[in-house]
């Protein structure tokens, strides 16, 4: 068995599980066995059912490190995670017991990474080039923030209105990475998220795509949270 804690990516919407690519050699490099699932993003349910999926494969403990949507996502697993022993938040949402992803999109003027989101008749929430390139991955080079906008992931905009339970991070240890030059998920929210569930906090000069743009960053933060658990014997 691994001694080490294995590692779980999960990703947001706009993104796919590719978008983890630098961290994931990074820490594959450390010797860390490492998996970033594909999220069908058509509900909140749906996106926790496949996470649950991808812990079955993995002996001893995990670190589950999600980006933007994906916490929570990773934050749905609730009281039910006997296998996940901390959990990064990497520029996410960091829900609590009775919150929805709309209501708190709801709260401000939209972000210039959301200004001009659109919805297909198919009920996915989509960005434009423009905010992609220029908001949601501003410190990405422009000829891969335009690969990344080219393969981005809608997300079902049912999910906003879907209710947080029982948050895994009231009895799991936390990290958050924040991104001071977020443009899709204001700074100061990540910051609150992070200090109502007491995480370990760092802070870097990043767009809402640390792990494009700072792998080394936030490979270290999950290394960090891997380190500070309990490990398989």
């Known amino acids: 068995m691994n001694a080490r804690p294995n590692i779980v990516l999960v990703h947001g919407a706009g993104a796919d599980g ?3 690519s630098g961290v994931i050699e990074r820490l ?7 998996t970033a699932p594909q999220f069908p993003l058509t509900s909140l349910a749906d996106d926790v059912a496949r996470l649950r999926q991808g812990l079955e494969f993995h002996d001893g403990p995990e670190i589950d490190a999600g980006h933007s949507y994906g916490g ?3 934050t749905a697993l609730g009281l039910d995670a006997p296998t996940v022993a901390g959990l990064v938040y990497i520029a996410a949402f960091g829900l609590d017991q009775g919150e929805s992803l709309g209501v708190l999109l709801s709260q401000g003027p939209p972000p210039p990474a959301l ?10 929430a989509w960005l434009s080039e423009d ?3 220029s908001h949601f991955a501003a410190d990405v080079d422009p000829v891969r923030a335009r690969v990344m906008y080219a393969v981005q992931q809608p997300l079902a905009t049912s999910a906003l209105a879907e209710v947080m339970g029982v948050p895994a991070w009231k009895t799991l240890p936390s990290w958050y990475l924040v991104a001071a030059d977020d443009e ?3 700074p100061d929210a990540e910051r609150m998220f992070a200090s109502r569930m007491g995480a370990t ?3 870097i000069p990043s767009s809402h795509v640390a792990m494009v ?3 080394g960053e936030v490979a270290q933060l999950i290394k960090t949270a891997a380190e500070a658990v309990p490990t398989a014997t």
């Open 18 to 20: 590719s978008s983890w």
């Open 28 to 34: 594959q490099a450390d010797g860390y066995h490492v």
């Open 72 to 74: 929570p996502v990773m």
């Open 115 to 124: 200004a001009h989101l659109f919805t297909d008749p198919q009920g996915l």
């Open 131 to 133: 905010d992609f390139v």
């Open 184 to 186: 899709a998920l204001p």
């Open 201 to 203: 906090t760092v802070e």
């Open 213 to 215: 743009s700072h792998p």
